[in-house]
């Protein structure tokens, strides 16, 4: 192997295979040595740097040497120059990667606190089952939302969506997901606005089910995840239960601070005679949509993007998600990442810039920031983060543990998700270890900064 100007030989018996530098996810507050991890069909590799593990300058990188050592793990190179028999003895030098990884790695046992961690979180979910969660969304400007257990996922637009002949405006076409057939119809068409061209940037698509199908519904945009007791949701006033989209609205939702929200139901959505014909138009594709659950249990979890790189958490640990307020009580003297204090709804709620505590790259100015408001237990916070970008609705054999080679902060991931598209991972972070190490890290930046006043 080659690093910069050095050959380094490797025991033969523990490589597996030799791939080029495949797409790396980062793991905010890894080890210095941990590159990343990839999917490699299907199965998660750590990436580790030999160079930064040997305490030398990283040079191109371009091979990934991939080992047997308690389980796959990659190693990065600048070049693999070739496999030979013999002792090693020669101008290379023989490298001790299992003495390496023990030194520059500490591996924490978290699968049994992973476990119990999930489970708290399913107790909290029933606890504030009394109110309803709400995915609210724009349409033609207006604020709308759907319960979210009629929604299955939240997805970007797809590309290339395949038109149906003689649809409906409202029809905007068919697209593959995950190798299934979903109809795509636009809900500005369904509820009486002005259907208009698809923007593949900011657009989202719905997926919901009716009478055993699948259907995608376009929004301009997801606004927020919202919770609401049911003394905040009113019926809709009779007046507005005459002419065209009465089946549609189910009920108002009352939130301070915000526009009333227009909740829909989607048995009343599909009630209406037209929209009905918009589903038969794609008709034709309605049974390939069809999916078999069986057994298979599903997990949602709210994607946001941060830095360049999407991270997961459980829906059921997730409050809701606002948009970053403009007035926010700033604290004295607080931590860096501690953007300050908001009052939600007669709550202080502190609130936490994810992108610094990650390290992750600045946002452009012109990024609207997002909070997602996070609770498990007694511990309650918000978290800034660059978007919302979807909601992924996964079975159980598409997530899988996190490797153990990490930092003991690092352990707020818990598990990964892979997607399928262009090999990407999506990290998924522990709620309660999210909330409980920036509740750390706090104490620890207060006690900093009173040594460091002291010593003066």
């Not at 698809?198 to 519904?217: F, K, S, Y």
């Not at 227009?262 to 069809?290: C, R, T, W």
Request: aromatic share 4%.
């Amino acid at each position: 192997m080659l690093i910069g100007d050095q050959r380094y030989d490797l025991p033969a018996d523990t490589l597996v295979e030799v791939i080029r530098r495949p797409r790396l996810t980062r793991v905010p507050h890894g080890p210095p040595a941990l590159v990343g991890v990839a999917n490699l069909r299907g199965t998660v590799l750590p990436v580790v740097s030999l160079a930064r593990l040997m305490g030398h300058d990283s040079g191109p990188e371009e091979r990934v040497a991939v080992l047997d050592h308690n389980g796959t793990v990659g190693l990065l190179v600048d070049a693999v120059l070739r496999l030979q028999a013999g002792d090693g003895a020669g101008d290379e030098q023989l490298v001790d990667f299992a003495a390496l990884l023990e030194t520059g790695f500490k591996r924490p046992a978290v699968q049994t606190r992973v476990a119990a961690g999930l489970g708290n979180v399913a107790a909290e979910a029933e606890v504030r089952a009394v109110q309803r969660i709400l995915v609210a969304f724009l349409v033609h400007g207006q604020t709308f939302a759907l319960p979210l257990t009629s929604v299955i996922e939240v997805l970007r637009l797809p590309n290339g969506l395949a038109r149906v002949a003689h649809a409906d405006s409202a029809v905007l076409g068919i697209a593959s997901i995950r190798e299934r057939s979903l109809p795509v119809i636009s809900l500005a068409g369904i509820l009486g606005f002005e259907t208009r061209q698809a923007n593949q940037e900011t657009d989202r698509v719905l997926v919901i089910e009716h009478q055993g199908a699948r259907i995608g519904l376009v929004a301009e945009t997801i606004d927020t995840i919202i919770r609401l007791p049911e003394t905040a949701i009113d019926r809709v006033p009779a007046i507005l239960q005459r002419g065209r989209g009465d089946a549609e609205l189910d009920a108002i939702g009352r939130s301070e601070g915000r526009p009333l929200v227009s909740i829909l139901s989607v048995p009343k959505l599909f009630a209406n005679a037209s929209v009905e014909a918009h589903i038969s138009a794609a008709g034709q594709e309605k049974e390939a949509m069809v999916e078999q659950h069986g057994g298979v249990t599903r997990e949602q979890f709210v994607v946001f993007d941060l830095g360049g790189e999407r991270y997961g958490l459980p829906i059921a640990a997730v409050d809701e998600v606002l948009r970053l307020p403009e007035q926010v009580t700033r604290v004295p003297n607080g931590p860096r990442f501690v953007t300050g204090i908001i009052n939600l709804r007669g709550r202080p709620i502190p609130i936490i810039d994810q992108r610094l505590r990650f390290d992750a790259p600045t946002a452009d100015k012109s990024v609207q920031p997002r909070v997602i408001i996070v609770s498990f237990g007694a511990l309650q916070a918000g978290f800034v983060v660059d978007a919302v970008s979807e909601i992924l609705s996964v079975d159980g054999a598409a997530v899988t543990a996190a490797p153990p080679l990490s930092s003991e902060r690092a352990t707020v991931f818990s598990r990964i998700v892979k997607t399928g598209a262009d090999d990407a991972l999506i990290l998924l972070i522990d709620p309660q270890e999210l909330l409980s190490r920036a509740e750390q890290d706090v104490i620890a930046d207060i006690a900093a900064r009173q040594a460091e006043a002291a010593s003066r």
